[in-house]
């Protein structure tokens, strides 16, 4: 039986980085429902959470559907910007932006066309 991971310390920083970014905005868009409320995004959160699992353990189906979910998020961010214009939300499309382009570097892409199955 193939062992499950939460990280991967082998793959590359950036990877890393999203995947544990990934993880990071689901759980705070949790703890954002919990305490005050429903989460527009709560369902893509969670299942970046569950893309992020998958791209831990090298799974390319996983790597594109963290990418569409990452860009989703980003375009709903630009979308709220625009829409609200406030500094929270600016931050939110900086964070937003940092986990699309962790999972575009070349550094990520090299690894995921090599590596995941």
Same mark, same amino acid.
């Given at each position: 039986m193939p062992q499950r991971r939460w990280t991967n #310390?082998?793959?590359?920083?950036?990877?890393?980085?999203?995947?544990?970014?990934?993880?990071l905005n689901a759980a705070l868009a949790l703890v @954002?429902?919990?305490?005050?409320?429903?989460? #527009?995004l709560l369902v893509v959160f969670v299942l970046l959470a569950g893309a992020a699992?998958?791209?831990?353990?090298?799974?390319?189906?996983? @790597?594109?559907g963290g990418v569409v979910l990452a860009c989703l998020y980003l375009l709903a961010e630009v979308a709220a910007l625009v829409v609200g214009g406030s500094l929270g939300g600016l931050l939110n499309l900086l964070f937003a932006g940092i986990l699309v382009?962790?999972?575009?570097?070349?550094?990520s892409r090299h690894y995921e066309r090599i590596w995941f199955r």
């Open positions: #310390p082998s793959q590359p920083q950036t990877l890393q980085g999203a995947v544990l970014f990934s993880y @954002y429902t919990l305490v005050l409320g429903m989460q #527009p699992f998958g791209i831990a353990n090298e799974k390319r189906w996983a @790597y594109w382009v962790l999972l575009l570097h070349p550094e």
